[in-house]
C-alpha cells in the first residue's frame, strides 16, 4: 500500500495554464507539506497544514493554493504556470503532535513549463 | 549566507568505509531532520533528532545543540547508499534545509 501518493508523476504544459496536483496519504497523519526542488536540486519547504488549517506559509506567489479537503488530502494547484515554475513538487506527511516526527514523502511530481 | 551548512558537498568512498557527514546551523532549532535522495529521486526520511543520538541499521546521526552541528556517520558503507543526504533544520514552523552531500560508494 503506498504511503504517500501524488498524481501526476509527470505534468508537462504551457505558460499560462492553470494546473493541479493531487496529494493523498494513508498513514492517519494530521500534518502534510507540499516541497519544491529546483532544477540546481534544492530543497524548499512551500506550505504545511495541520489537520486542514495552514500553519507554514512560505514565500511563494499567490499563484499557488494549497486545498486540504479532509487531513488525507493536500492538493497543490498553481494559476498562470510560469516557467520559473518547472521543478520537482513533492507531498509529505508527518504526525506533528507535540513536535515535529519524521516525515513520509511522495514520490514526486515533475512539472515542466514550456 | 545559508543558515544550514552541509559539508563535503561530494563525497566518494570505496564500499566497507565508515563515513561522515556534517551539518552545522545558525539558528536554534527545535528539531533537525536528516533525509536521503536517492538517484531515482525518492525522498526519504532517516532522522530527527532534537539532541542526542539515534541509530538505525548502519545510520547514526548525533546533534550537538550548544555547538549547533549534526553528523551522519553510515558505518561500513555499501554502494546502495550512494545517494544525496540533505540536513534540514526546524524553527518554530520555519524549515531551513542544507544544499545536500552527494556520496558515491565505490564497489
Known amino acids: 500500500d503506498t504511503a504517500v501518493s501524488q498524481t501526476p508523476k509527470y505534468l508537462v504544459t504551457q505558460m499560462g495554464n492553470d494546473k493541479s496536483i493531487k496529494c493523498e496519504q494513508n498513514l492517519g497523519h494530521d500534518t502534510m507539506y507540499w516541497y519544491k526542488q529546483d532544477s540546481k536540486k534544492f530543497l524548499k519547504i512551500m506550505f504545511s497544514y495541520n489537520n486542514k488549517e495552514l500553519i507554514i506559509n512560505e514565500t511563494v506567489p499567490n499563484r499557488f493554493s494549497p486545498k486540504s479537503p479532509d487531513k488525507a488530502h493536500l492538493n497543490l494547484h498553481i494559476n498562470s504556470l510560469e516557467l520559473g515554475d518547472s521543478a520537482v513538487y513533492f507531498c509529505?506527511?508527518?504526525?506533528?503532535?507535540?513536535?515535529?516526527?519524521?516525515?513520509?514523502f511522495g514520490p514526486g511530481t515533475r512539472l515542466t513549463v514550456l | 549566507k545559508n543558515e544550514v551548512e552541509q559539508s563535503p558537498q561530494n563525497l566518494t568512498a570505496q564500499e566497507g568505509e565508515f563515513i561522515t557527514i556534517n551539518c552545522s546551523y545558525s539558528v536554534g532549532i527545535s528539531a533537525l531532520h536528516w533525509l536521503q535522495q536517492h538517484p531515482g529521486g525518492g525522498i526519504v526520511s532517516l532522522f530527527m533528532?532534537?539532541?542526542g543520538k539515534k541509530k538505525h541499521g548502519r545510520l547514526i546521526a548525533t546533534i550537538n545543540i550548544q555547538e549547533k552541528h549534526s553528523s551522519l556517520h553510515i558505518t561500513a558503507s555499501h554502494p546502495r547508499d550512494s545517494a544525496v543526504y540533505i540536513c534540514a533544520v526546524i524553527r518554530m514552523n520555519q524549515f531551513y534545509f542544507g544544499t545536500g552531500t552527494s556520496l558515491t560508494v565505490i564497489p
Open positions: 509529505a506527511s508527518s504526525q506533528v503532535g507535540t513536535g515535529y516526527d519524521e516525515q513520509f
Open positions: 533528532l532534537s539532541s
